[in-house]
């Protein structure tokens, strides 16, 4: 009798600990969702950063092959400064490597200069409005366009090119480009170009990585095609579109991270980023920034000086 009672605490315990083991697997597939998307900042710590709350992740299971010095897939992230004005700090040798391949992620840090850039996946309603306050301003940006877009969004394309802001190149397909073979890559990124040109008589010249998956290789292939890739030195949760917070949230986001040289990515698809937009540039100003013209960042990336 024991003996059976034991064997019977055993199983109950064997059962705890698979029950345990499934319910700490469960919290973690809804904690960690496609994490290796740019929705999240992966600082020098190891720790991804999305909005206010911060997750411990080991980096390699982030950026997996991140130790291939050539093929590995790297994840685009920034350790932000903490403060206005502070620098932000990227990981250490990567800026290095995006010179070498005439990429950038941040301007030059002695100038009070500011660069807007918005990623266009879809239009959500609200790239007008966004339009009409850098019409108001006279400020102009890149907008990084997909595939999709590129083909149904014709008339505020136009617009842009009319009112000189940049459009840049986002991939036909947002398909993470380590994950591609050459000619794959190429097709993804020469493909939309090629496209691009045929409706506006104009190539383009920046290109934004999808999710921000980078490798040495994809930016020599790249470079090589003549692209200039853009990264960033802030951007912030702003892509969910059911999870929006109101434009103080994203005013305050993004004004509490202004720095000299900034390359701002926000995304068009947000509600608050296109209310609090007006109000941002008129805070930059107040506290002595400019708006640069997103035309300079080739010549800066290819070691020019505007």
């Known amino acids: 009798m024991a003996e059976l009672k034991k064997l019977n605490q055993n ?26 998307t740019w929705s999240y900042t992966l600082e020098l710590t190891g720790t991804l950063t999305e909005g206010n709350e911060n997750v411990d992740i080991d ?4 950026a997996s092959g991140i130790n291939d010095s050539y093929t590995g897939l790297r994840s685009w992230g920034i350790r932000r400064g903490g403060k206005p004005g502070a620098i932000p ?16 992620y941040i301007a030059d840090t002695e100038k009070p200069k500011i660069y807007l ?8 309603g609200y790239t007008p409005k966004i339009l009409d306050v850098l019409y108001e301003n006279k400020v ?40 591609l073979d050459e000619k794959s890559l190429e097709e993804e990124v020469v493909g939309l170009d090629r496209k691009f040109y045929q409706k506006y ?11 921000g998956e980078y490798s040495e290789k994809t930016l020599e292939i790249t470079s090589r095609l003549g692209y200039v890739n853009v990264f960033w030195s802030f951007a ?47 805070h930059a100003r107040e506290n002595g920034y400019e ?7 080739e010549e800066l990336a290819r070691g020019g000086r505007p």
């Open 140 to 179: 102009n940006a890149i907008f990084f366009v997909t595939g999709p877009y590129l083909e149904k969004e014709d008339e505020l394309i136009r617009r842009m090119i009319d009112e000189g802001h940049v459009v840049g190149n986002h991939t036909v397909n947002h398909k993470s480009l380590p994950l």
């Open 201 to 211: 008589g104009k190539n383009m010249v920046f290109l934004r990585p999808p999710k």
């Open 236 to 282: 912030y949760d702003d892509w969910a579109v059911n999870r929006q917070r109101g434009w103080e949230y994203a005013f305050e986001k993004v004004t509490q991270n202004l720095h000299n040289g900034a390359i701002i990515l926000l995304h068009a698809v947000s509600k608050d980023n296109a209310e609090a937009l007006d109000r941002i540039i008129h």
């Open 89 to 104: 700090k990227a990981d250490p040798g990567t800026p290095e490597l995006l010179t070498k391949y005439n990429s950038i």
């Open 291 to 297: 708006f640069g013209d997103v035309n300079e960042l």
């Open 11 to 36: 199983i109950l315990l064997l059962i705890i600990v698979v029950l345990a083991v499934l319910a700490f697997s469960l919290f973690l597939s809804r904690e960690l969702p496609n994490i290796s």
């Open 117 to 124: 850039t918005f990623d266009e996946g879809y239009e959500n």
């Open 59 to 62: 980096p390699e299971y982030f």
